[in-house]
């Protein structure tokens, strides 16, 4: 007897993306993000505007949505949504918008860990890309997290080293604002980091027991250094912008894959899949890639859009929880820290 198709909404608003997409059982039919400019201009997410800018978007996207999978709203089987972690203000719209619309089609809600989502992202079907098997260990790298994950099934996961302080998402935007850079500036570091020397510079590497990550540090030296050199040359960031984004880069990398070479080691898991927005960055795609030659590791990397925040991740994951009859009551709530 053949299994009917699985249709599920899903909704991702933890930040300053507006997403939503619609999964037949692991595809994607459509995956809409309306992304927020204004905050641009304040050099960061400025959450109140984040929050008013998704009650603008939601319904627009949602309904593009809709239109772009070629179904009927009545097709849908279940609405998965962001619970956490995230904004506040912007987890409420999402959360608001996804309840109702399931009260109103008289369908189940599916709540969905935000981090565990950038983690499934690998399960969405795609072809000419290879799902990993479990278990395996994860590293979701972002402007909110940077943790070393060992995932044993769809929904058991470890964390077993995450950062103490900084993300490394937000030390690459940090440390490009001090460069003078706009915000984002982590893909503007990327991108001239292909241009520069990596070993132009040498910046610290903390040191950190165990699997946890510390990035504040390096964000310190950077702008000391930065603030010394300019001291002598006014002009010494328009001139060596190539090589400090690269040597910046570089040390980045380092920490991650060492922290990562660690974590295979303890648990002889050589099976490795990255996420977050951060895992978007070509200096990571290439160490990890370098890392399986010289290693013997198996490497995952998700296809570009659904490294950044995305409703895809959030679907593959509801589709998951669907099939595990795992719904989410009426009263459920929004919450800005939600653990895996």
């Known amino acids: 007897m053949k299994i009917p198709d699985v ?4 909704i991702e608003s933890s930040c300053d993306d507006t997403s939503a997409s619609i999964l037949k059982n692991d595809s994607v039919l459509s995956n809409v993000v309306a992304s927020q400019k204004i905050h641009e201009e304040y050099g960061g997410v400025v959450p109140e505007l984040a929050s008013r800018a998704h009650q603008q978007n939601i319904v627009p996207v949602v309904h593009q949505a809709i239109a772009k999978a070629n179904i ?16 506040l203000g912007s987890l409420l719209v999402g959360t608001s918008f996804a309840k109702s619309m399931a009260i109103g089609l008289n369908i189940p809600l599916i709540e969905v860990n935000h981090m565990q989502g950038h983690i499934l992202a690998h399960f969405i079907h795609e072809d000419n890309f290879n799902k990993p098997e479990f278990p395996f260990l994860a590293m979701t790298i972002s402007g909110g997290h940077t943790q070393i994950v060992r995932v044993n099934n769809y929904f058991e996961m470890e964390i077993i080293g995450e ?7 937000e030390a690459f935007d940090k440390t490009a604002k001090i460069l003078g850079l706009p915000y984002p500036g982590g893909p503007l570091v990327d991108k001239y980091a292909k241009q520069g ?37 006014p002009d010494f960031i328009n001139k060596n912008l190539y090589d400090i984004c690269a040597s910046l880069q570089y040390t980045i990398i380092e920490i991650l894959m060492d922290k990562l070479k660690k974590a295979v080691k303890q648990t002889d898991i050589k099976q490795i899949a990255i996420g977050g927005g951060v895992s978007a960055n070509s200096g990571i795609r290439n160490s990890l890639k370098e ?18 925040d995305n409703a895809a991740m959030i679907g593959i994951a509801g589709y998951y929880k669907y099939l595990a009859n795992d719904f989410a009551r009426q009263d459920i709530t929004a919450t800005a820290r939600y653990s895996i």
């Open 72 to 87: 009927d709203k009545n097709q849908l089987n279940a609405i998965a949504f962001t619970r956490g972690p995230g904004l």
């Open 7 to 10: 249709y599920i909404l899903a």
């Open 197 to 233: 020397n990596p070993k132009a510079y040498k910046f610290p590497k903390p040191k950190v027991e165990g699997l946890n990550f510390s990035f504040s540090g390096l964000k310190t030296s950077v702008l000391y250094f930065i603030q010394k050199q300019v001291k002598e040359d």
């Open 291 to 308: 890392a399986e030659k010289k290693y013997g590791w198996k490497t995952f990397v998700p296809k570009f859009e659904y490294t950044t």
């Open 163 to 169: 950062t103490i302080d900084d993300a490394v998402g």
